[in-house]
T-cell receptor, first 112, second 114 residues
Framework: GEDVEQSLFLSVREGDSSVINCTYT??????LYWYKQEPGAGLQLLTY?????DMKQDQRLTVLLNKKDKHLSLRIADTQTGDSAIYFC????????????FGDGTTLTVKP | DAGVTQSPTHLIKTRGQQVTLRCSPK?????VSWYQQALGQGPQFIFQ???????QRGNFPDRFSGHQFPNYSSELNVNALLLGDSALYLC?????????????FGSGTRLTVV
């Protein structure tokens, strides 16, 4: 079945770059996502990438996809204290709406 | 434009009771998915509704059931509550034909079973 794995914690200094990594097992994963969850809140979609892409950049966010190794990463440039949150990697197979499988999240702590 | 609205925000129930959680999707979205998020874990897929029918279901027992109304809003019902049902229940909406762009989540309902 589908499985998504993430490291649990990452700590960086304000102004540094953060890199959050994710691996997935489902080779039919077509869409991959990064969501952010702040305390007491739901998940916020940050960005997504299709499986036929290698990279996607959106302002301070860069997503890299290595489909051969089933590895996804999220780089946050110039990390700020407001970026402190839990980041979830998720995958979805198929087209249109359908279930997504989420990892257990990486807690990013940004120190001033 | 209101996003996804869930009610109530918090709920305390006793083992064996039944609970109903409610969700109004984002305007323009016709598909509603429900997720359970236990403390320290990622969301787990419960089921998805589209055109008032359950379209996909995750690995959850029949105690979990749902409904979607003609206005696309949805309810999640859980019968015979167990302590292990304590979690954050998240509603996520998406447009069926462009759902690959990802979900819009509500803030969730925190259910505590005592």
């Amino acid at each position: 079945g589908e499985d998504v794995e993430q490291s649990l914690f990452l700590s960086v200094r304000e102004g540094d770059s953060s890199v959050i990594n994710c691996t997935y097992t489902d080779s039919s994963s077509t869409y991959l996502y990064w969501y952010k969850q702040e305390p007491g809140a739901g998940l916020q979609l940050l960005t997504y990438i299709f499986s036929n892409m290698d990279m996607k950049q959106d302002q301070r966010l860069t997503v890299l996809l290595n489909k051969k190794d089933k590895h996804l990463s999220l780089r946050i440039a110039d990390t700020q204290t407001g970026d402190s949150a839990i980041y979830f990697c998720a995958e979805r197979a198929g087209t249109n709406a359908g279930k997504s499988t989420f990892g257990d999240g990486t807690t990013l702590t940004v120190k001033p | 434009d209101a996003g996804v609205t869930q009610s109530p925000t918090h709920l305390i129930k006793t083992r064996g009771q039944q609970v109903t959680l409610r969700c109004s999707p984002k305007s323009g979205h016709d598909t509603v998915s429900w997720y359970q998020q236990a403390l320290g874990q990622g969301p787990q897929f419960i089921f998805q509704y589209y055109e008032e029918e359950e379209r996909q279901r995750g690995n959850f027992p029949d105690r979990f059931s749902g409904h979607q109304f003609p206005n696309y809003s949805s309810e999640l019902n859980v019968n015979a509550l167990l302590l292990g049902d304590s979690a954050l229940y998240l509603c996520a909406s998406s447009p069926r034909r462009a759902g690959f762009y990802g979900y819009t989540f509500g803030s969730g309902t925190r259910l505590t079973v005592v």
